[in-house]
């Protein structure tokens, strides 16, 4: 595993060489954030703005939703997640696989600020990520040194694919995945009565703002029209009514089946920690159980449920 | 005014008269669950950085009922909307912060005017004495000064506490406040000193901040058509972190929604960053991408309040959008590009 230094400056060698030889118009990458223990999506058109991107236990943000619509021809700096979901956009026709270049870099998971900021409370102000497998968090009068497998995201604990192995080239030599969700948690859930899964489902959800942060974040989420915001006719209300907010949810979940890549960019943009991969989370362990799919682990596989197969051994639908 | 000091060792009984007659609210829970809560007068806190969202939603919710119909025929008054009024009691919040005590008198311009006043907000804005506690360290995510605010400004307090050591400093800025005070057993004191020291040492821990006066010198129309929006807005998600935390954000949608028995009109918050928000009848959209809709926002607080309100910004400088923002987009760095002198191409 390379240090993240390496990373960066590969990144940023590959980036310049993509622009110069016309692979690419732009490379989505990250750049350090104006705050600690955040990253900021980037636009690279020139080899100037290639020298601004960086690799960091921060690149969270799954630089995929960027690409669906977008024309020309774009390089993107990937993780394993984040590498599937545009692999998942190509086999959904979102965008043309040719005018993909994906810069993958095998992943060691990324860090949850809210794990950073629970073990270290005082106000930080600086972040040095000087190892691979620990950060020093830095602020007035401490230094606290932390272990990067005790504040890694939840999604990247179970990340069985950090290497983005389909990807135009490597970043380093490859990762080894974690051990996969097992799922037990949200069988345990499932074995439940309705009542039981439909109140653990409300208290989720009870802080939301209906920001639509996860929403905007998500990869999957490129709708032209949400249909929570649809007008004519208005399908949903527009208040903080738990009924709402909600169907908002399940919607949207029920929407992701077979597609999510547990990139976990709804739970890293949500401002009030909401759980979001919850819903992801029963939609993906019941495709997985009905058809063995895991999303955007190849070129030419479509999600299942926007497929049709004359022998399809389900009666309902024939 | 004067300035007044309360021994640690009365803290409880101080506080305990502040909550005669009127609810006493005050910062309450850790981190992300922490915010303006109904307190005991023994449960007063100091040691918080700020409230997880701003105080606005204690005067403008996120979602409130304004007024209601029924549809029983049986009465005389079947489908006509009746004011749901305002059922507020009088409150007095301790430990605002001085962006956020700021931020509000901003959004009460908004609200109360001499061309309207909006009797939800009135009715609660006027019926709480805001008693602020100032920044004696800021957070690191904090630039206040840089947006003409101060970790000790005045701004939309009545009040300002201070710490002097273990004991509360007081500085009455409003009669309202002098009156509160006056009812507690606070001491008068000379603390300006102090004050002024304690001051200039939390503005210097801020650094400096850049000097936008380039943006109100600036023709409107020159920022808003500078090419650097369409860069500027690139990686924004167009979701309402920012404008749901910002202190000063005071759009809102009006809805009605009806059920079998009546319906109710309410108003909830809207974010320019939706493209519904602008949306025509006609389906005509005026701001119809993200470049857009970015823009509105940052020409809003920095160019159109000034220009509205005597030129107080429409940042307060509380950090929490840049913190909160998925993909940390930062007001400070919008706010230098809008300063950059014209490309000579554009000039």
Redesign the interface.
């Given at each position: 595993m390379p240090a993240l230094s390496d990373i960066t400056s590969k990144i940023r060698e590959s980036a310049k060489k993509l622009l110069a030889d016309g692979r690419a118009e732009v490379v989505i990458g990250y750049r350090q954030?104006?705050?600690?223990l955040?990253?900021?999506?980037?636009?690279a058109r020139s080899a100037a703005d290639c020298d601004q991107l960086v690799w960091s236990n921060f690149s969270r943000?799954n630089l995929a939703?960027?690409l669906p619509g977008r024309p020309g021809k774009v390089a993107l700096v990937a993780k394993g997640c984040d590498a599937r979901s545009a692999i998942g956009q190509v086999t959904e026709n979102q965008i043309l696989k040719d005018n993909l270049y994906i810069i993958g870099v095998p992943c060691t998971g990324m860090i949850d600020t809210?794990l950073v900021?629970?073990k270290e409370?005082r106000?930080?102000?600086e972040v040095v990520e000087s190892t691979d497998d620990a950060i020093t968090v830095k602020?007035?009068g401490f230094s606290t040194d932390i272990k990067k497998t005790d504040v890694l995201r939840r999604n990247c604990q179970t990340c069985a694919n950090r290497t983005p192995k389909l990807a135009d080239e490597l970043i380093g030599a490859e990762t080894p995945g974690a051990a996969p969700d097992d799922f037990s948690d949200i069988k345990a859930l499932l074995a439940k009565t309705p009542a039981e899964r439909m109140a653990y489902f409300k208290d989720l959800i009870k802080d939301c703002?209906?920001?639509?942060?996860c929403?905007?974040?998500c990869p999957l989420c490129y709708c032209p029209i949400c249909f929570v915001?649809e007008?004519r006719p208005q399908w949903l209300?527009?208040?903080?009514?738990p009924m709402d907010t909600l169907t908002f949810h399940l919607l949207r979940g029920l929407h992701c089946s077979g597609r999510c890549t547990s990139c976990g960019?709804c739970e890293?943009?949500c401002?009030?920690?909401i759980k979001v991969r919850e819903f992801n989370r029963v939609t993906e362990l019941t495709v997985q159980n009905n058809w063995n799919y895991e999303a955007g682990l190849n070129w030419d596989q479509k999600p299942p449920l926007t497929m049709f197969q004359t022998d399809d051994p389900a009666d309902f639908i024939k | 005014m004067p300035e007044y000091i309360v021994k640690e060792s009365a803290l409880t009984e101080f506080f305990k008269s502040l909550a005669t007659g009127r609810r006493l609210l005050t910062p309450q829970g850790?981190?992300?669950k922490c915010k303006l809560e109904e307190t005991g007068p023994d449960k007063v806190r100091f040691d918080y950085?700020n409230t997880?969202m701003s105080p606005k939603q204690l005067f403008f919710p996120?979602?409130e009922n304004l007024m209601s119909f029924h549809n029983d025929a049986s009465k005389s008054d079947p489908f006509v909307y009746k004011d749901l009024g305002d059922k507020a009691n009088p409150a007095v919040i301790f430990g605002i912060r001085p962006c956020d005590a700021k931020g509000l008198s901003i959004s009460n311009r908004v609200f109360q005017n001499d061309r309207f006043v909006d009797p939800y907000w009135k009715g609660k804005f006027d019926k709480t004495i805001k008693v602020g506690l100032a920044c004696a360290?800021p957070?690191?995510?904090c630039f206040c000064a840089a947006m003409g605010g101060s970790p000790y400004g005045e701004a939309g307090l009545d009040v300002l506490a201070f710490r002097v050591g273990s004991d509360l400093g007081l500085k009455t800025i409003t009669p309202a406040g002098e009156e509160l005070i006056k009812q507690t057993a606070a001491s008068q004191a000379d603390l300006a000193g102090e004050l002024k020291n304690q001051e200039a040492a939390a503005v210097k821990s801020q650094g400096v901040g850049t000097d936008l006066k380039p943006i109100d010198d600036k023709d409107l129309m020159v920022l808003f058509q500078d090419p650097h929006w369409t860069?500027t807005a690139?990686?924004c998600?167009?979701?309402?972190?920012c404008t749901?935390?910002c202190p000063t954000c005071h759009c809102f949608?009006i809805?009605d929604?009806q059920s079998e028995k009546g319906g109710i009109r309410?108003r909830?918050w809207d974010?320019c960053m939706?493209?519904?928000f602008t949306?025509h009848g006609t389906g005509h959209n005026p701001r119809p991408s993200k470049t857009e809709r970015v823009r509105q926002r940052f020409m809003h607080k920095l160019k159109y309040i000034p220009l509205k309100q005597d030129g107080t910004r429409g940042c307060t400088g509380c950090?929490r959008c840049?913190?909160?923002c998925?993909?940390?987009?930062?007001i400070?760095?919008v706010a230098l590009k809008m300063c950059q002198p014209q490309a000579p191409s554009q000039a």
């Open positions: 954030g104006t705050v600690p955040t990253t900021s999506p980037f636009f943000i939703n960027y809210n900021v629970a409370t106000p930080i102000k602020g007035e703002l209906r920001c639509y942060a929403r905007n974040a915001d007008t209300g527009k208040s903080n009514d960019a890293t943009a401002p009030v920690n | 850790a981190g992300d950085s997880h996120q979602n360290s957070s690191p995510q860069a690139e990686n998600l167009n979701c309402g972190v749901f935390f949608d809805q929604e309410m909830n974010t939706s493209w519904l949306v950090g840049v913190v909160m998925p993909v940390n987009i930062d400070r760095e």
